[in-house]
Protein backbone atom coordinates (compact mmCIF):
# COMPACT_ATOMS: atom_id res chain seq x y z
CA UNK A 1 0.00 0.00 0.00
CA UNK A 2 1.20 3.34 -1.06
CA UNK A 3 -0.20 5.30 1.68
CA UNK A 4 -2.54 4.82 4.87
CA UNK A 5 -3.55 8.28 6.46
CA UNK A 6 -5.53 8.83 9.06
CA UNK A 7 -7.50 12.26 9.47
CA UNK A 8 -8.35 13.31 12.94
CA UNK A 9 -8.65 16.61 15.50
CA UNK A 10 -10.52 19.12 17.15
CA UNK A 11 -14.46 19.24 15.97
CA UNK A 12 -14.16 22.24 13.33
CA UNK A 13 -10.46 22.69 12.62
CA UNK A 14 -11.31 21.39 9.19
CA UNK A 15 -11.43 17.60 9.02
CA UNK A 16 -13.74 17.05 6.08
CA UNK A 17 -12.17 19.47 4.17
CA UNK A 18 -9.17 17.52 4.99
CA UNK A 19 -10.42 14.11 3.82
CA UNK A 20 -11.81 15.57 0.65
CA UNK A 21 -8.82 16.78 -0.57
CA UNK A 22 -7.45 13.82 -0.31
CA UNK A 23 -10.08 11.97 -2.19
CA UNK A 24 -9.73 14.53 -4.88
CA UNK A 25 -6.43 13.12 -4.94
CA UNK A 26 -7.07 9.60 -5.41
CA UNK A 27 -7.40 8.16 -2.15
CA UNK A 28 -10.12 6.13 -1.08
CA UNK A 29 -11.88 7.51 1.69
CA UNK A 30 -14.10 6.98 4.70
CA UNK A 31 -15.51 9.61 7.26
CA UNK A 32 -16.08 8.60 10.57
CA UNK A 33 -15.35 5.13 10.89
CA UNK A 34 -15.59 3.46 13.86
CA UNK A 35 -11.69 3.37 15.78
CA UNK A 36 -12.90 -0.62 16.71
CA UNK A 37 -13.19 -1.20 12.78
CA UNK A 38 -9.57 0.61 11.72
CA UNK A 39 -7.55 -3.11 12.13
CA UNK A 40 -10.34 -4.72 9.90
CA UNK A 41 -10.87 -2.36 7.56
CA UNK A 42 -6.75 -2.28 6.89
CA UNK A 43 -6.98 -5.91 6.17
CA UNK A 44 -9.51 -5.67 3.69
CA UNK A 45 -7.56 -2.57 1.96
CA UNK A 46 -4.60 -4.99 1.75
CA UNK A 47 -6.39 -7.93 0.33
CA UNK A 48 -8.20 -6.08 -1.78
CA UNK A 49 -4.90 -3.97 -3.48
CA UNK A 50 -6.28 -0.68 -2.74
CA UNK A 51 -3.11 1.90 -3.05
CA UNK A 52 -3.96 5.07 -0.79
CA UNK A 53 -6.63 5.10 1.69
CA UNK A 54 -7.71 8.13 3.91
CA UNK A 55 -9.94 7.81 7.20
CA UNK A 56 -11.60 9.98 8.91
CA UNK A 57 -11.61 9.51 12.60
CA UNK A 58 -12.67 11.85 15.93
CA UNK A 59 -14.39 12.21 18.64
CA UNK A 60 -18.06 11.46 17.23
CA UNK A 61 -17.11 7.41 17.54
CA UNK A 62 -18.32 7.84 21.09
CA UNK A 63 -16.35 5.17 23.28
CA UNK A 64 -15.00 3.74 20.16
CA UNK A 65 -12.55 6.49 20.16
CA UNK A 66 -11.11 5.04 23.42
CA UNK A 67 -9.58 2.44 21.92
CA UNK A 68 -7.94 4.15 18.95
CA UNK A 69 -4.40 3.61 20.41
CA UNK A 70 -4.71 0.17 20.86
CA UNK A 71 -5.98 -0.16 17.24
CA UNK A 72 -2.96 1.86 15.74
CA UNK A 73 -0.75 -0.90 17.35
CA UNK A 74 -2.37 -3.37 15.85
CA UNK A 75 -1.71 -1.78 12.58
CA UNK A 76 1.82 -1.76 13.60
CA UNK A 77 1.81 -5.19 14.05
CA UNK A 78 0.28 -6.09 10.47
CA UNK A 79 3.52 -3.97 9.55
CA UNK A 80 1.39 -1.36 8.21
CA UNK A 81 2.65 2.05 8.10
CA UNK A 82 0.54 4.50 8.86
CA UNK A 83 0.30 8.72 8.78
CA UNK A 84 -1.53 11.25 11.25
CA UNK A 85 -2.37 14.21 10.37
CA UNK A 86 -3.89 16.20 12.83
CA UNK A 87 -6.30 19.67 12.99
CA UNK A 88 -6.67 22.05 15.58
CA UNK A 89 -7.52 25.61 16.13
CA UNK A 90 -7.61 28.36 19.18
CA UNK A 91 -10.74 28.11 21.25
CA UNK A 92 -12.10 31.12 19.88
CA UNK A 93 -11.51 29.94 16.16
CA UNK A 94 -13.60 27.14 17.14
CA UNK A 95 -16.08 28.63 19.03
CA UNK A 96 -17.03 30.75 16.18
CA UNK A 97 -17.20 28.66 13.74
CA UNK A 98 -19.95 26.80 15.63
CA UNK A 99 -21.52 29.89 16.11
CA UNK A 100 -21.50 30.43 12.27
CA UNK A 101 -22.61 27.23 11.26
CA UNK A 102 -25.27 26.79 14.39
CA UNK A 103 -24.06 23.37 15.14
CA UNK A 104 -23.48 21.84 18.45
CA UNK A 105 -20.17 20.48 19.65
CA UNK A 106 -20.26 16.67 20.22
CA UNK A 107 -19.36 16.91 23.71
CA UNK A 108 -21.21 19.70 24.44
CA UNK A 109 -23.88 18.16 26.61
CA UNK A 110 -25.67 21.33 28.00
CA UNK A 111 -24.50 23.77 24.99
CA UNK A 112 -21.43 25.52 26.48
CA UNK A 113 -18.76 25.12 23.52
CA UNK A 114 -16.03 25.83 25.27
CA UNK A 115 -16.24 23.14 27.87
CA UNK A 116 -16.74 20.74 24.30
CA UNK A 117 -13.27 22.06 23.36
CA UNK A 118 -11.65 21.70 26.52
CA UNK A 119 -13.03 18.23 26.69
CA UNK A 120 -12.10 16.89 23.17
CA UNK A 121 -8.34 18.44 23.54
CA UNK A 122 -7.73 16.82 26.91
CA UNK A 123 -9.02 13.35 25.25
CA UNK A 124 -7.33 13.57 22.51
CA UNK A 125 -3.73 15.01 23.53
CA UNK A 126 -2.76 11.46 23.47
CA UNK A 127 -3.59 11.30 19.85
CA UNK A 128 -2.12 14.55 18.88
CA UNK A 129 1.34 13.48 20.29
CA UNK A 130 1.83 10.82 18.01
CA UNK A 131 0.48 12.36 14.69
CA UNK A 132 2.57 12.95 11.35
CA UNK A 133 1.49 16.24 10.72
CA UNK A 134 -0.43 18.81 13.15
CA UNK A 135 -1.75 22.00 11.32
CA UNK A 136 -2.72 24.88 13.17
CA UNK A 137 -6.02 26.34 11.22
CA UNK A 138 -6.94 29.37 13.30
CA UNK A 139 -5.51 31.95 10.62
CA UNK A 140 -5.87 29.10 7.87
CA UNK A 141 -8.88 29.59 4.95
CA UNK A 142 -10.43 26.57 3.34
CA UNK A 143 -8.42 27.14 0.17
CA UNK A 144 -4.93 27.53 2.18
CA UNK A 145 -5.32 24.44 4.06
CA UNK A 146 -6.57 22.62 0.86
CA UNK A 147 -3.30 23.77 -0.30
CA UNK A 148 -1.38 22.10 2.75
CA UNK A 149 -2.99 18.88 2.33
CA UNK A 150 -1.98 18.74 -1.14
CA UNK A 151 1.55 20.13 -0.93
CA UNK A 152 1.94 17.70 2.05
CA UNK A 153 1.09 14.60 0.40
CA UNK A 154 1.92 15.63 -3.60
CA UNK A 155 3.66 13.65 -5.74
CA UNK A 156 6.00 13.99 -8.70
CA UNK A 157 6.31 17.85 -10.10
CA UNK A 158 4.21 19.19 -7.26
CA UNK A 159 6.97 18.65 -4.95
CA UNK A 160 9.17 20.75 -6.63
CA UNK A 161 6.71 23.80 -5.53
CA UNK A 162 6.98 25.45 -1.92
CA UNK A 163 3.73 26.17 -0.67
CA UNK A 164 4.30 30.32 0.51
CA UNK A 165 2.27 31.91 2.99
CA UNK A 166 2.60 36.15 3.55
CA UNK A 167 1.43 37.03 6.70
CA UNK A 168 0.52 40.84 7.41
CA UNK A 169 0.64 41.96 11.06
CA UNK A 170 0.95 44.08 13.73
CA UNK A 171 3.42 43.82 16.41
CA UNK A 172 1.38 45.35 18.92
CA UNK A 173 -0.69 42.30 18.58
CA UNK A 174 2.48 39.63 18.81
CA UNK A 175 4.52 38.11 16.02
CA UNK A 176 2.40 34.96 14.47
CA UNK A 177 3.28 32.11 16.39
CA UNK A 178 3.47 29.81 12.68
CA UNK A 179 6.17 31.97 11.55
CA UNK A 180 9.04 31.06 9.81
CA UNK A 181 10.52 34.57 8.87
CA UNK A 182 9.21 37.93 10.30
CA UNK A 183 10.18 41.16 8.57
CA UNK A 184 9.70 44.65 10.10
CA UNK A 185 8.42 47.17 7.95
CA UNK A 186 8.16 49.96 10.95
CA UNK A 187 11.29 51.87 9.28
CA UNK A 188 9.19 52.41 6.06
CA UNK A 189 6.98 55.57 6.01
CA UNK A 190 3.47 55.53 7.47
CA UNK A 191 0.46 56.44 6.21
CA UNK A 192 -1.02 56.69 9.51
CA UNK A 193 0.18 60.23 9.93
CA UNK A 194 -1.93 61.23 6.39
CA UNK A 195 -5.15 62.30 7.40
CA UNK A 196 -6.33 61.30 3.94
CA UNK A 197 -5.16 57.74 4.13
CA UNK A 198 -5.37 57.15 7.95
CA UNK A 199 -8.88 55.31 7.32
CA UNK A 200 -7.77 53.29 4.61
CA UNK A 201 -5.82 49.79 4.52
CA UNK A 202 -2.94 48.59 2.40
CA UNK A 203 -5.55 47.01 0.31
CA UNK A 204 -6.54 50.75 -0.83
CA UNK A 205 -4.76 52.15 -3.84
CA UNK A 206 -3.98 55.62 -2.67
CA UNK A 207 -2.09 53.46 0.28
CA UNK A 208 -0.11 51.32 -2.24
CA UNK A 209 1.27 54.13 -4.07
CA UNK A 210 2.21 56.49 -0.56
CA UNK A 211 4.46 53.26 0.84
CA UNK A 212 5.35 51.49 -2.77
CA UNK A 213 6.91 54.84 -4.48
CA UNK A 214 9.60 55.29 -1.47
CA UNK A 215 12.76 54.96 -2.70
CA UNK A 216 13.37 52.77 0.88
CA UNK A 217 10.63 50.62 0.08
CA UNK A 218 11.69 49.53 -3.83
CA UNK A 219 14.39 48.82 -2.46
CA UNK A 220 13.58 46.93 0.49
CA UNK A 221 11.04 44.39 -1.96
CA UNK A 222 13.80 44.02 -4.01
CA UNK A 223 16.40 42.59 -1.50
CA UNK A 224 13.37 40.62 -0.04
CA UNK A 225 12.68 38.88 -3.36
CA UNK A 226 16.27 38.09 -3.83
CA UNK A 227 16.85 36.71 -0.46
CA UNK A 228 13.72 34.85 -0.44
CA UNK A 229 14.31 33.20 -4.48
CA UNK A 230 17.61 31.96 -2.95
CA UNK A 231 16.35 30.62 -0.06
CA UNK A 232 13.85 28.45 -1.64
CA UNK A 233 15.74 25.77 -3.38
CA UNK A 234 17.67 25.02 -0.38
CA UNK A 235 14.33 24.89 1.70
CA UNK A 236 13.22 22.57 -0.95
CA UNK A 237 16.49 20.27 -0.82
CA UNK A 238 15.83 20.47 3.20
CA UNK A 239 12.21 18.71 2.71
CA UNK A 240 10.58 21.44 3.32
CA UNK A 241 7.21 22.13 1.71
CA UNK A 242 5.76 25.57 3.30
CA UNK A 243 7.27 28.83 4.08
CA UNK A 244 5.50 31.39 6.36
CA UNK A 245 6.53 34.56 5.71
CA UNK A 246 5.29 37.26 8.18
CA UNK A 247 5.28 41.36 7.57
CA UNK A 248 4.99 43.00 10.42
CA UNK A 249 4.34 46.70 11.18
CA UNK A 250 2.82 48.74 14.42
CA UNK A 251 -0.65 48.31 13.79
CA UNK A 252 -1.21 45.36 11.02
CA UNK A 253 -3.58 47.99 8.55
CA UNK A 254 -1.47 49.98 6.43
CA UNK A 255 2.22 49.06 5.43
CA UNK A 256 2.38 45.37 6.03
CA UNK A 257 -0.81 44.57 4.38
CA UNK A 258 0.38 46.93 1.56
CA UNK A 259 4.04 44.95 1.65
CA UNK A 260 2.66 41.66 2.01
CA UNK A 261 0.25 42.48 -1.40
CA UNK A 262 3.21 43.90 -3.26
CA UNK A 263 5.34 40.48 -2.69
CA UNK A 264 2.54 38.67 -3.51
CA UNK A 265 2.16 39.74 -6.80
CA UNK A 266 5.91 39.25 -7.31
CA UNK A 267 6.46 36.04 -6.28
CA UNK A 268 3.43 34.91 -8.08
CA UNK A 269 4.37 36.17 -11.05
CA UNK A 270 7.99 34.58 -10.66
CA UNK A 271 5.32 31.03 -10.84
CA UNK A 272 5.48 30.01 -7.15
CA UNK A 273 2.44 29.55 -5.10
CA UNK A 274 1.39 32.21 -2.64
CA UNK A 275 -1.43 32.81 -0.56
CA UNK A 276 -1.71 35.87 1.07
CA UNK A 277 -3.46 36.80 4.60
CA UNK A 278 -3.99 39.54 6.39
CA UNK A 279 -4.72 39.01 10.33
CA UNK A 280 -5.09 42.56 12.09
CA UNK A 281 -6.10 44.74 8.93
CA UNK A 282 -9.98 44.35 10.25
CA UNK A 283 -8.88 45.45 13.58
CA UNK A 284 -8.67 48.74 15.43
CA UNK A 285 -6.52 51.48 14.07
CA UNK A 286 -4.81 52.94 16.95
CA UNK A 287 -0.87 53.05 16.49
Request: aromatic share 8%.
Amino acid sequence: MQGFVIVSGLSGAGKSTAVRVLEDMGYFCVDNLPPALLPKFAELCLQGKVKKVALGIDIRGGGFFEHILDRLQALERMGLKYQIIFLEASDATLIRRYKETRRRHPLAMQGRVLEGIANERQRMQELRSRATYVIDTTNTTPAQLKEEIRTLFAEGEDLERLLITLVSFGFKRGIPLDADMVFDVRFLPNPFYIERLRDCTGKDKAVQEYVLDWPVTKKFLAKVVELIEFLIPHFIKEGKTSLVLSIGCTGGRHRSVTIAEELGSRLSANKHRVFVQHRDVEKDMEE
